[in-house]
């Protein structure tokens, strides 16, 4: 991952990290999976029709 920031040497990791950097952190890490995930759909189409299909029968089949 070329856009990753090097760890900085002086944060020994003694501050606590605020609610607003741990949701932007969370925001980019869920960012990175669905684009992943978009990824790997255009590259195996007959796999990711298959897990829709899956996904589909398991939501209609489930009993609230």
């Known amino acids: ?3 990753l920031p ?9 501050r606590p990290e ?6 932007r952190r969370r925001a980019r890490f869920l960012r990175e999976l669905a684009e992943a995930r978009e990824l790997r759909d255009r ?11 899956r996904h589909a029968m398991r ?6």
């Open 18 to 23: 605020t609610d607003a950097e741990r949701r």
């Open 59 to 64: 939501m209609r089949t489930f009993r609230w």
């Open 43 to 53: 590259v195996q189409p007959r796999r990711a029709k298959a897990a829709r299909l």
């Open 1 to 3: 991952m070329p856009d």
């Open 6 to 14: 090097a760890p900085d040497p002086s944060d020994d990791g003694s």
